[in-house]
T-cell receptor, first 114, second 114 residues
């Protein structure tokens, strides 16, 4: 079966712009999580969606937002980009909230803000 | 609050030698524990998990991990390291029955030299 698909793989944006990243989970998976990965901070949790509702949220400013559609696909948006937003953004899916299957990750979107 | 600690930023091992990557955790109740591996510019790949039962868990690529409740540890091990095992390894935890997100450690870089 197809894995978690993230698009685009690479993005270069200018400070002040906004960006939208997309994630298509494994078929049948209804929970989608987003993480930001940087060399200094490691993996930081952004948010988790289930059934089109945000269920968990990390400690990020309001510039970071997301949504989930009825087909479980998810998007995250970052507005007013800052240099510090440069990171690998990872999406992960699982069957449902709190299950014991663990996450399946996509390959990530590498965002560079210049 | 839940947390994961990976006390070593880097572990260096000679090919053919056994390897251990350490992980300790903190949760209020029983844990679900996971190990993931990340190769450069890729997402995280699932290696193994502990949910319940036997404390020794076997996973992909010859890796195994031992759950130790008294020491709140879940160290990753492999009897004989390969150069191709060189990667970034993440330990993660969630409290059993919780619908919270997975909490990841900061990662340990494993370097296996020929």
């Amino acid at each position: 079966k197809a894995g978690v698909t993230q698009t685009p793989r690479y993005l270069i944006k200018t400070r002040g712009q906004q960006v939208t990243l997309s994630c298509s989970p494994i078929s049948g998976h209804r929970s989608v999580s987003w993480y930001q990965q940087t060399p200094g901070q490691g993996l930081q949790f952004l948010f988790e969606y289930f059934s089109e509702t945000q269920r968990n949220k990390g400690n990020f400013p309001g510039r970071f937002s997301g949504r989930q559609f009825s087909n479980s696909r998810s998007e995250m948006n970052v507005s007013t980009l800052e240099l510090g937003d440069s990171a690998l953004y990872l999406c992960a899916s699982t069957l449902r909230l709190g299950d014991n299957y663990g996450y399946t990750f996509g390959s990530g979107t590498r965002l560079t803000v210049v | 609050a839940q947390s994961v600690a990976q006390p070593e930023d880097q572990v260096n091992v000679a090919e053919g030698n056994p390897l251990t990557v350490k992980c300790t955790y903190s949760v209020s109740g029983n844990p679900y524990l996971f190990w993931y591996v990340q190769y450069p510019n890729r997402g995280l790949q699932f290696l193994l998990k502990y949910i319940t039962g036997d404390n020794l868990v076997k996973g992909s690529y010859g890796f195994e991990a031992e759950f130790n409740k008294s020491q709140t540890s879940f160290h990753l091990k492999k009897p004989s390291a390969l150069v191709s095992d060189s990667a970034l390894y993440f330990c993660a935890v969630r409290e059993a029955g919780s619908q919270g997100n997975l909490i990841f450690g900061k990662g340990t870089k494993l370097s296996v030299k020929p």
